[in-house]
């Protein structure tokens, strides 16, 4: 879904701030590990991790990843979000830069109805039409959110991470210059290869299968 220009202002009347921080020391290296919050008291907030090694004066190799746990922490096939994390993970560790890892699973719709997706899909719906299926967007994210973080981190120039041209859209209209797209690739897999062809065919995901 895009945002028109209104709307896109009104979400950055939003105020996050850096609520909290701590070097993470990980098999990637350190990270400086940034919580972002509208409020010291958020149990959820979003979180940069940035790399020890990361050059602010030259655009910074940067990942914007949407949470998600079944991915992310559980290895879940189902997806490439795991994949993709551990695959910025390493490229940071070699080149310096950022994740931006923002709470908002499932594409924004949350793991409750991620999860009742995720039956509708077993039955023959596909990433798409199960979304719509339970009248949800097919993709509810709002990337002002990383635009904040960024800014917040006196960050203005970005290698951006990603095959999603809606997050190379939010970048457009924002004090935050993209000097160039990194694709970031993950092979298919058994369980997610209709769902990779899915992301390409009607959401636009800039990779060819």
């Known amino acids: ?13 939003r105020k996050l701030a850096a609520q909290a921080e701590a070097v993470i020391p990980t098999p990637w290296g350190n990270f ?20 020890e090694n990361t050059d602010r004066s030259q655009p910074v190799l940067t990942r914007l990843h949407s949470e998600c746990i ?6 879940s096939t189902r997806c490439d979000c795991g994949e993709q994390l551990l695959r910025s993970l ?18 924004g719709i949350g793991i409750i109805n991620k999860l009742k997706a995720y039956n509708l ?24 959110i990383a635009l904040e973080m960024l800014e917040a981190l006196d960050i203005h120039r970005i290698r951006l991470l990603t095959n ?26 058994e369980n997610n290869a209709e769902y990779l062809k899915t992301k390409q065919r009607e ?7």
């Open 32 to 51: 400086n590990m940034i919580a972002f919050s509208e409020s010291p008291d958020d149990w959820m907030p979003h979180l940069a991790l940035v790399h």
């Open 121 to 144: 899909q077993d039955k023959g719906l596909n990433t798409v039409s199960a979304n719509v299926h339970l009248g949800l967007e097919i993709d509810a994210r709002h990337y002002d």
């Open 90 to 107: 390493d490229m940071i560790s070699r080149q310096g830069g950022i994740i931006l890892y923002l709470r908002q699973e499932g594409r």
């Open 164 to 189: 999603n041209p809606d997050k190379i859209e939010a970048f457009e209209r924002s004090s935050i210059l993209v000097t160039d797209r990194v694709p970031l690739i993950v092979e298919p897999q």
């Open 203 to 209: 959401m636009g995901h800039l990779f060819n299968l």
């Open 1 to 13: 879904m895009h945002m028109t220009e209104s709307t896109f202002q009104l979400r950055l009347r």
């Open 70 to 75: 079944t991915g992310d922490l559980f290895g």
